[in-house]
C-alpha cells in the first residue's frame, strides 16, 4: 500500500486517494502538477481505471464461475487423500482466492466511486437526504442473508418449551447444554429444529469472525454462538430489522429526490442508484464466496496438519497455521526427522506462537510505511484533558445513549447485549451478524458508509459510527456514551457508567 500510495503521489493524486474514495478523508497531500514524464504512467493509470469501471459484465460470470469452482470442493472430507494431492488442491483454492481478492477490490472500487456521485445527486434533489437513506434495505439479500436464515430457526424453535430456550439462550446449543440436546432429540419440535440447523450449518457454517483468515474457527466448529442467537430471537420475536419499515422510508426519500431534479438528472439518478445497487450486492456475494473458499483451505489444511501430526512432526493440526507454505511442503516431503532440533516445524510452530503472543501486546499505527514505526504497548491511551467527543464517519443515521460493550471477538462475546448496549468493536465481518443483531448501536474502529457495519447498521435501524480511530482503547468497558449515528460522532460522557 505504501507503493500505492506513493504511485498515487508522484501521479498529482494525493497519498491517500483510495482512502478519500472509501472513507471520505480529506487529502493528505496537496496535487501536484502533471510533469511531462508522468504522461506515460498516467495514462496507463487511466487505461486501468477505464479497464476497472467497465467490468460490470464480467462480475456475474465471474461469481458463477466462481462458485461452480468451489462446489467442487464443498463435500470433500479429505479422508485418504494423500499429502500430495491435499496440496495440490491447497494450491487450487489459494489461486480461486487470489481471483476474488482481484474482483472484490475491483468492485468496491466501483462501489465507491458511485456512492460518492450517488450522495451528491441526491443532496442536489433533497437536502437533508443521506447515502443510507437511498441505499436502505438493499444488504438482506447479501451480508443479512444469514440473519434471515437465523430468523427462519427462530420462528421453527418458538415451538419449544420456554425453559429449553433460556438454556440454549444462556449456553449455547447440543454439546454445550445435555438436557437441552436430551430433550431436542426427543421432541418432534426439537428433531425439526436439529434439522433445519443442519441445514444452515451445510449453507453458512464457513462463516466466522474474519471470513478471510482460514486459522479463524467457523460457526461450524464452534455453533454455540448460533445457537445463543437463534434462542434469543425465538425469546424476543419483534427483534431485528423489520423490512417494510426499511423500504417504505427508502421509498419516501427516494420520491423526494426525484421531485427535486429535473427530468435529465432524475434519469442519471436512478442509473447510478441501480448501478451502486447491483454492485453493493457483488461485493457482499464475492464476500461469501472469498469467506468458504478460505474455509475450504482451512479444511484442506487441517488435514495436512493431521497428516503431520500423525508423524510426530506437530502436537496439533492447528499447528500448521504456524508455517510458512514452503515450510508446509518440506515437513511434508520430509519423513525424516531433522537433524537441528530448533529448525523442526514443532520448534518454528512454538517460536511463533511466542511471537504472536508478544505482537498481541502492540497496538500499531493507522499507516505503516517504509520507514518502519514505533509500536508502543497496548494499552488504553490516557484521555486527554477536557476529551469528551469522537469523530468519525456517520454510518447509520439516528442517535442512542446508552452502555459500551467493547468485543473483540464475537465468538467470545459473553454479553446479553440488549437495545440498550452500544457495541464498539475493532471491524465486522458477516460472521459477526448474531452480535450486530442484539445491540442498540455500532461503533467500529474501521469502515466507511459502504462498509459491512454500516449496511448492516442501516438494515437493523439502529445507528453507527465506522472509522473511529482507538475507539476500544479510548472507550471503557461500560462507560456511558452518546452515539450520534447523524453527525458520525461519539459522545463520552466521563466518570458516568450505566
Known sequence: ???????????????????????????????????PRMAPAFFRLLRLARRVFRMARQVEPFIATQDRRIDAF?????????????????????????????MIVAVAMNMAVRS???KRMARRGAPDATLGDVLKG??????LAPFEAMRALAATARALDRPILERLAAEGGPGAVPVADAELAVSEAGRGLLAEFEAFMARYGFLSAN????????????PRSIWRTVARLALRPDAGPSPDEAEAHREEVLALVRAGLGPLRRRRFDSLHRSTVRFIGWRERISLLMSEDSYLMRRCSLALGRELVGRG???????????????LRDAIATRSAAKDRSDTPAAKVARRKAEMAADAAIDPPETISADGWNAPPREPPPPEPGLDVLHGVGGSAGVLRGRARIVHDPALEGHHLTREDVLVVPFTDIGWTPVLAEAGAIVAETGGQLSHTSI????????????????????REGEDITVDGTAGRVILHRGKKT
Open 1 to 35: 500500500m505504501t507503493l500505492v500510495g506513493e504511485s498515487f503521489a508522484r501521479l498529482g493524486f494525493p497519498v491517500n486517494f483510495l482512502d478519500m474514495m472509501h472513507r471520505e478523508e480529506k487529502a493528505e497531500r496537496k496535487k501536484v502538477p502533471l510533469r
Open 74 to 102: 464443498r463435500k470433500k472430507g479429505w479422508p485418504g487423500e494423500s499429502p500430495e494431492s491435499l496440496l495440490a488442491d491447497l494450491d487450487r483454492l489459494n489461486a480461486f482466492h487470489a481471483e476474488a481478492q482481484w
Open 116 to 118: 460518492r456521485f450517488l
Open 138 to 143: 438493499y444488504g438482506r439479500s447479501g451480508g
Open 211 to 222: 471470513g478471510s483468515d482460514f486459522s479463524e474457527v467457523p460457526w461450524i466448529e464452534e
Open 313 to 327: 512432526a506437530l502436537e496439533s493440526p492447528e499447528d500448521v497455521f504456524f508455517l510458512y507454505a514452503d515450510e
Open 456 to 475: 448492516i447498521a442501516r438494515e437493523f435501524g439502529i445507528p453507527a459510527v465506522v472509522s473511529v480511530r482507538g475507539a476500544t482503547g479510548l472507550i
